[in-house]
């Protein structure tokens, strides 16, 4: 009844040879790592001279005016300087947004293959338009008049309601004019 389970044995493992051994798929390459720090800031010399002047004035170790005086600039302009070095500071403070970032090619080429999908959409559709008036037998709308080639006036046609005053003009002249409105008093007399 009670049978004993079959005993696995063990092998001694033989190193495998280089050829033998199991591939692994490479690891995705990381991002390469951006350089950091002060030796990788950039810009003209004067730039990096006058941008060191502001952390000395706001460390205490200057003036503004000695400052102003060293950038060669006045003082409402250095004020000026400062402001605008402080918002860029800020704004490098403000949390990158996660994910990826737009792309205006990536959207050009979307809109363009939207573009194209709804083109091709709209042809199936006439298309199936004109299927359903020749099952039906309904008769296609007459064209409408092609437009004029570039250079040449179309000629201008007389609009309905010059027409109308001129059936109104001519017909008054036809029809003899209307006799004077008769008063109640001829009538009794």
Do not use: C, F, H
Not at 7 to 22: G, H, M, Q, S, Y
Not at 64 to 75: E, I, N, Q, T
Not at 152 to 161: C, D, F, G, H, N
């Amino acid at each position: 009844m009670n049978t004993p389970a079959p005993v696995k044995t063990t092998a001694a493992k033989t190193p495998l040879k280089p050829d033998e051994r199991p591939t692994v798929p490479p690891a995705k390459p990381k991002q390469k790592a951006k350089p950091v720090g002060l030796s990788t800031l950039k810009g003209t010399p004067e730039a990096r001279r006058q941008a060191a002047l502001i952390p000395e004035v706001l460390g205490g170790l200057r003036g503004p005016s000695d400052a102003a005086k060293a950038m060669g600039v006045a003082l409402p302009r250095y004020y000026m300087l400062e402001t605008r070095a402080l918002q860029a500071l800020i704004k490098a403070m403000e949390p990158l947004p996660r994910g990826p970032r737009r792309n205006p090619d990536a959207e050009i080429a979307a809109l363009q293959k939207q573009l194209t999908r709804q083109k091709q959409e709209l042809v199936r559709g006439q298309s199936l338009q004109r299927a359903m008036r020749s099952a039906m037998g309904i008769a296609v709308a007459p064209p409408k008049e092609a437009k004029p080639e570039p250079g040449k006036r179309k000629p201008k046609r007389p609009s309905v309601r010059a027409l109308k005053a001129v059936k109104v003009l001519r017909a008054g002249i036809e029809e003899p004019q209307p006799t004077a409105p008769v008063t109640p008093q001829e009538v009794t007399a």
